[in-house]
């Protein structure tokens, strides 16, 4: 059993207080009580059970009812708790889901533009590379050109063929990607790994480098390690080469 809160807020009990006038059971006994008929009426109502305060739904259903001359109604109500329930948590998966479209909708629009980001500086690498190419092959080497036919030093014609393979290296894609992978190499690290993809021996490198053949192993090894290639076998040119 339950009862109106309302009935308890008011000296002369249930029907008295300011809130009754808005009461849907309340106005659906009058109107059935007049000749009227009702059907499912939503009905919200706080009562009191178990001496616990809460808030119960209905759908009001009434009739007229007359009897010798007696003149009343009769009233159903049945609990839609349950589907009140349900209704709201369905609003609220509703509710959920726009919000979830929303957020999935500016996904993909930051993904887009990162995307056109992305392919704009692309171009721009190739455009700058496209420059540097140009600047390199018309203003530094006929300069390289120039010394090829100056009398130099076999030394001399080893460096000078270094700093060529080295200027062409400037726009391969060879040291992006290997800085790529972020094998941490040192520039020394850098220049052997160069020289060993131009097909440079230990004591070739070590000359042009101008230092000690063990100093060049020593890094030779390094980079084999950094390169995942220890114990392997595997040889340290052509794995270089896959950088390419």
Known sequence: MFQCVHAFRHAEGCGRSAECENCTVRASVKKAAQGQRLAREKARLAVQRYRTETELFFEVTAAPLSCEGFRGAIVTMEDIGQRVELERARAELQCFERELEQGVQKIEEAHTALKVLLEKKEEDRIDLEKTLQANLKNRVNPHIDQLKQSRLSAAQQEVLRVIEGDIAEITSPFIRNLLANNFQLTFRETQ?????????????????????????????????????LTGNGLSLASQLARFE
């Open 192 to 228: 052997i790994a160069l020289l060993v993809k131009q097909g440079k021996r230990t004591k070739e490198i070590a000359t042009i480098l101008k230092c000690f053949t063990r100093a060049i192993e020593f890094h030779r090894h390094n980079l084999r390690q950094k390169l995942g």
